[in-house]
């Protein structure tokens, strides 16, 4: 049956969920899902997130002998592990292209940019902007830590007159209210060619279309354009090693947000960033994930 998969599901304690990760998606190169516990608080409401409980990733193998194999594979690299517990469920093509959408509410973190659910209506308050958002497969919800604390930064760095670079745009959602809050000219780049086709969807969606300029790659030193401001959202270890590019292309003065990164890496992606010409401007936590506010010397 072609649109068969199983929905394999580790129950994952908080410390282990980075690792864990990282294991999961070699066996799941469609992209998986992270799920903290949360309460569902109604209808349009969003939910609320309950800490210290185990954190549930989720990734999708084809019903096949394929996906058998890569079961297993992930089965044994969960040996180590004894205390993150493996399920698996059949589910079909058609039940889960939407069952997701109960948990997306929409979001109001109290900042100037409101994320909502493209199949939901909602009036912001004075002072805010709406991102209409359908992230499909790609990163950005708003509902993850990361990227609240990238929102965070931009209602106060977003300003007329600067160009942006958005690395890791996922769904596009900082790209977009980069142009909301004022910014004229964003360029986003991302690993995944379906994470940027989603960003210009959901670019056009906002009647966003020249402001903001996507691409699928990787940010190199070749790399032409010059910016005001560069927010990166991936990963400790990727921002570490896109620290010469960021140099390069961060114009002297100008601000490097970084994200997507546990507070007990913070110092070492700030030592890596300073050969670079980067000092430490401010830092943000939200539970375990920090972001780190940089300036160009």
Excluded at 236 to 248: H, K, P, Q, V
Aim: charge should be negative.
């Amino acid at each position: 049956m072609s649109n068969l998969w199983f929905e394999i599901t580790a129950q994952v304690p908080p410390s282990l969920v980075e690792e864990v990760s990282d294991l999961v998606r070699v066996v799941a190169p469609g992209g998986i899902t992270v799920e903290e516990p949360v309460d569902i608080l109604g209808p349009e409401e969003g939910f609320r997130v309950r800490g210290d409980e185990p954190v549930l990733i989720r990734a999708y193998l084809p019903s096949s002998e394929l996906g058998a194999v890569l079961t297993e594979d992930l089965r044994r690299s969960m040996e180590p592990f004894p205390s993150v517990e493996l399920t698996a469920r059949p589910i079909f093509e058609q039940d889960w292209a939407v069952s997701w959408r109960e948990f997306f509410g929409v979001v109001d973190t109290g900042g100037r940019a409101v994320i909502v659910p493209s199949w939901i209506e909602h009036e912001v308050g004075p002072g805010q902007v709406a991102i209409r958002l359908d992230p499909g497969q790609a990163f950005g919800t708003g509902h993850h830590e990361t990227t609240r604390l990238c929102l965070a930064a931009l209602d106060s760095l977003a300003r007329a007159g600067i160009a942006m670079l958005d690395v890791g745009t996922g769904s596009g959602v900082l790209s977009i209210a980069a142009v909301k809050l004022g910014i004229p000219s964003v360029t986003a780049i991302d690993i995944d060619p379906v994470a940027a086709e989603i960003a210009r969807r959901n670019c056009d969606e906002n009647g966003i279309g020249t402001e903001v300029s996507i691409s699928a790659g990787v940010l190199t030193l070749a790399h032409r354009g010059r910016y005001e401001l560069a927010l990166s959202n991936i990963s400790t270890d990727a921002n570490i090693g896109l620290a010469a590019a960021f140099g390069a292309v961060v114009k002297p003065r100008g601000d490097l947000v970084l994200s997507g990164i546990l507070a007990p890496d913070s110092r070492r992606v700030v030592a890596a960033m300073e050969p670079h010409g980067f000092r430490l401007a401010a830092m943000a936590h939200e539970r375990d994930w920090c972001l780190i506010h940089l300036r160009k010397q």
